[in-house]
């Protein structure tokens, strides 16, 4: 599986910006596509994911209420949108597929896409 992330970008605070991850390649067995984050100095962590087959998602509870993650099963394409961005937003953000079961912990993520800066300005 090959993961395509972008939609990266500078904003402000309060403003919004949406991501796109689209995957290619054996997607067949996929069960989640989640969303980490990478912030200066800081360890990878949990933003949010999807069930695939469902669409049920769940989030970081740094995130909940602002972000929203979505998927288009014909295009393949996961999608994070994030509103209300703050500062500490800032971060590397990268999308993973999961074939187990549901998971926050990056181990249980099989594939990773190469990530894209979100910079949010005070």
């Known amino acids: 599986v090959q993961l395509q992330a972008s939609g990266g970008g500078l904003v402000q605070a309060g403003g919004s910006l949406r991501l796109s991850c689209v995957a290619s390649?054996?997607?067949?067995?996929?069960?989640?596509m989640g969303w980490f984050r990478q912030a200066p100095g800081k360890e990878r962590e949990f933003v949010g994911t999807i069930r695939w087959s469902t669409g049920t998602t769940y989030y970081a509870h740094s995130v909940k209420g602002r972000f929203t993650i979505s998927r288009d099963n014909v295009k393949n394409t996961v999608y994070l949108q994030m509103n209300s961005l703050k500062p500490e937003d800032t971060a590397i953000y990268y999308c993973?597929?999961?074939?187990?079961?549901?998971?926050?912990?990056?181990?249980?993520?099989?594939?990773w896409g190469q990530g894209t800066q979100v910079t949010v300005s005070s």
């Open positions: 390649g054996r997607t067949f067995g996929t069960n989640f």
């Open positions: 993973a597929a999961n074939r187990g079961s549901y998971s926050e912990y990056e181990r249980h993520y099989n594939y």
